[in-house]
């Protein structure tokens, strides 16, 4: 199957095969069926979700198998690949070897799409924006809408738009450096670039191959096409350059370049007039006001009036799982920040409270140093509950500078916490580790945790 033109593409009657059976994997199966394609599934775990999966896809016409990967999967045309599965992977070498095309779900839905494409990726504070800036983008002549890392796929988004065209969609990715290791043509209207800290690097042999995957997202843009970036991020200052894009900066810091600033507790626009006073702004902070600045940057880009930007940045109050508060229990304040899954996060989260915290921090490791937390304790840190498969990691690094607890699951992490908080503490799950020893992903995390707490509420 030849792919080098996107404009030539045509997969009907072409035998596509999907690694992976996650959202994003369903996704591209029923878009590419959609399309006309021979599709076949292959996932190598068999658990309830994977079984529920297969016969979703079994009763829509489309064959596939779990537990292990036969043969079939190399009887193909071209691979879709799950974002789950890295690059040097064994099974994606196989399939090189055979000179099979493979493209990530990111990259195969934007085959099939015309519309503008606002892509944000960063080691931190993606979701966050993306959510701001989806609200920001909705006019008459905007129709924006929210898909990719944060949970729902771009392959089901496009496929809606396909059943149902709107001519003035606007797709807002958020964008891991995963979904970008099997791009080809992929090419973002406006490419948002928050920050580049330490993560993931149990997956990249390097910092250097991690920025590197952040950066494709660069890859095809032209003169049409805009990166605005962090001009405060030593990494991206230094890295991003381009001769294709116009580079758009912002920053927290009131730089005269910049479409937006921050001066005397004010955000004004590039003709220095008032966009909004900062004690209007609904999410505080000056993590949030970068991640602002970044969406109403873009949103600008696109064409969204100011007034538009102002009345999101006084309205919006932030994402499930991101510093939500979940309950005041006795006094104690309980915070849901699972989506902190690098460290930077934690630092940031833990920036955001005075203290006393207990803080539950773990799950699968990512490579991080976790001694890197101990200046943000500043004596406000009266207990760590490790967690998870990086629960010894944890206790080894932490234990000259607080008191860690070594426990498997979050169920006995907010145990403890019953027992050792009082009046006045914060518990605050940010975990600083991937999800996936005990959980579906971050969301589903978080949510048990929410359960766990209600209980405690109920109790």
């Known amino acids: 199957m030849q792919i080098d033109q996107r404009y030539k593409i045509n997969i009907r009657d072409q035998n596509i095969t999907v690694i992976g059976m996650s959202r994003s994997g369903m996704a591209a199966a029923y878009l590419a069926q959609q399309l006309g394609a021979r599709v076949f599934v292959s996932d190598n775990t068999d658990n309830p979700v994977t079984r529920s999966n297969l016969h979703k896809l079994q009763d829509s016409g489309i064959n596939g198998e779990i537990g292990g990967h036969s043969d079939q999967i190399f009887a193909t045309d071209l691979w879709v690949l799950s974002p789950g599965i890295a690059e040097d992977s064994t099974l994606v070498k196989s399939a090189l070897d055979r000179h099979i095309p493979i493209v990530s779900e990111i990259e195969f839905a934007s085959w099939f799409t015309e519309a503008p494409i606002i892509a944000v990726t960063g080691s931190n504070g993606k979701t966050t924006t993306v959510h701001a800036l989806t609200e920001m983008c909705q006019s008459e002549t905007i129709h924006g809408v929210l898909a990719g890392n944060m949970g729902v796929p771009f392959a089901k988004k496009v496929l809606a738009d396909i059943i149902n065209p709107d001519p003035a969609r606007v797709f807002i990715l958020e964008i891991s450096s995963f979904q970008m290791e099997f791009i080809l043509h992929f090419k973002p209207r406006i ?12 997956r990249y042999p390097s910092m250097s191959e991690y920025i590197t995957a952040k ?12 990166i605005v970036f962090n001009l405060d991020d030593k990494i991206l200052d230094e890295k991003l350059k381009s001769d294709k894009a116009w580079l758009v900066p912002f920053s927290i810091k009131p730089y005269a370049e910049t479409t937006y600033f921050i001066n005397n507790n004010k955000i004004y626009n590039f003709e220095h007039a008032t966009l909004i006073p900062l004690d209007a702004v609904a999410l505080p902070g000056p993590h949030n006001s970068a991640n602002l600045l970044a969406a109403a940057t873009a949103a600008h880009l696109i064409g969204i009036p100011d ?9 919006f109050r932030g994402v499930p799982h991101r510093l939500e508060e979940v309950a005041v229990v006795n006094g104690i304040t309980y915070v849901n920040d ?19 915290i207990i803080l539950i921090l773990g799950g699968k490791d990512k490579g991080g140093d976790f001694a890197e937390l101990i ?28 008191r860690p607890i070594a426990v498997e699951g979050l169920r006995d992490a907010v145990k403890i916490t019953r027992e ?13 580790c991937a999800s996936f020893d005990q ?5 589903d995390r978080g949510d048990q945790f929410r359960e766990i707490v209600m209980e405690l509420v109920n109790d």
């Open 191 to 202: 490419a948002v670039f928050l920050n580049i800290s330490p993560d993931h690097l149990d």
């Open 215 to 226: 950066l494709k997202m660069t890859a095809n843009l032209d003169l049409e096409d805009y």
């Open 307 to 315: 007034e538009t930007i102002a009345t999101v940045m006084h309205t």
């Open 338 to 356: 699972s989506k902190a899954t690098n460290l930077d996060a934690v630092k940031v989260a833990l920036q955001s409270y005075p203290g006393p």
């Open 375 to 402: 200046p943000y304790f500043a004596d406000k840190v009266k207990l760590i509950i490790a967690i998870g498969q990086a629960r010894p990691k944890i206790s080894a690094a932490l234990r000259d500078a607080a």
């Open 420 to 432: 050792s908080a009082e009046s006045g503490d914060v518990v605050l799950l940010s975990p600083g």
């Open 439 to 443: 959980f579906r992903d971050f969301e």
